[in-house]
């Protein structure tokens, strides 16, 4: 999903979304909303993205505010209590999908073993920004076997985008 990368972090009928960078998301409200519904406590990674009717990605639509929100959800790293980075991949998983399944508003991003290659070539055809590929038996967060992001080197929507979000410097004119 081509979105805004965010952790939720759900407590007490309430979520709060926040970025990489660890700045708080103030809107996408009904989507915190959604979110809280999961009535657990809970720290949830995924992707905050806008769908067209076919499911695909809209980044400019999330980036306007002008789509409906969905929280592609990844990774659990928290529930209820206790710490869940340690345990493997696929087993977070598994916790991942029985605790957003049927949420509307939720999607859960399926972890497909030992066809990473054959998953890319569809990505690609369907011209969707990429793959993230992560070892079965990986902790969250580990150096020694990390997260790796294969990206469409096609992908239509990268058009553009360094330079909307690349800083604009300012110049000195005069004496």
């Given at each position: 999903?081509?979105?805004?990368?965010?952790?939720?972090?759900?407590?007490?009928?309430?979520?709060?979304?926040?970025?990489?960078?660890?700045n708080?998301?103030?809107?996408f409200?009904?989507l915190?909303?959604?979110?809280?519904?999961?009535?657990?406590?809970?720290?949830?990674?995924?992707?905050i993205?806008?769908?067209?009717?076919?499911?695909?990605?809209?980044f400019?639509?999330l980036l306007?505010?002008?789509?409906?929100?969905?929280?592609?959800?990844?990774?659990?790293?928290?529930?209820?209590?206790?710490?869940?980075?340690?345990?493997?991949?696929?087993?977070?998983?598994?916790?991942?999908?029985e605790?957003?399944r049927?949420?509307?508003?939720?999607l859960?991003?399926?972890?497909?073993?030992?066809?990473?290659?054959?998953?890319?070539?569809?990505?690609?055809?369907?011209?969707?920004?990429?793959?993230?590929?992560?070892?079965?038996?990986?902790p969250?967060?580990?150096e020694?076997?990390?997260?790796?992001?294969?990206?469409n080197?096609?992908?239509?929507?990268?058009?553009?985008?360094?330079?909307?979000?690349?800083?604009?410097?300012?110049?000195a004119?005069?004496?």
């Amino acid at each position: 999903m081509d979105g805004f990368r965010a952790l939720a972090y759900v407590d007490g009928g309430k979520c709060e979304l926040v970025s990489r960078k660890g700045n708080v998301y103030k809107s996408f409200a009904p989507l915190r909303t959604t979110l809280a519904g999961l009535r657990r406590q809970a720290i949830l990674d995924g992707e905050i993205a806008c769908l067209d009717a076919c499911g695909k990605s809209q980044f400019y639509e999330l980036l306007r505010r002008r789509g409906d929100p969905i929280f592609y959800a990844f990774d659990v790293l928290w529930l209820d209590g206790e710490d869940m980075r340690a345990r493997p991949t696929l087993e977070r998983k598994l916790i991942l999908e029985e605790l957003v399944r049927d949420r509307a508003g939720i999607l859960y991003a399926r972890h497909f073993p030992h066809c990473g290659v054959d998953v890319f070539r569809l990505v690609c055809e369907q011209d969707l920004e990429g793959i993230v590929a992560k070892h079965t038996l990986a902790p969250y967060g580990s150096e020694q076997m990390p997260w790796i992001k294969v990206l469409n080197a096609n992908y239509s929507q990268r058009e553009g985008r360094r330079e909307l979000f690349e800083k604009k410097r300012a110049v000195a004119v005069g004496p």
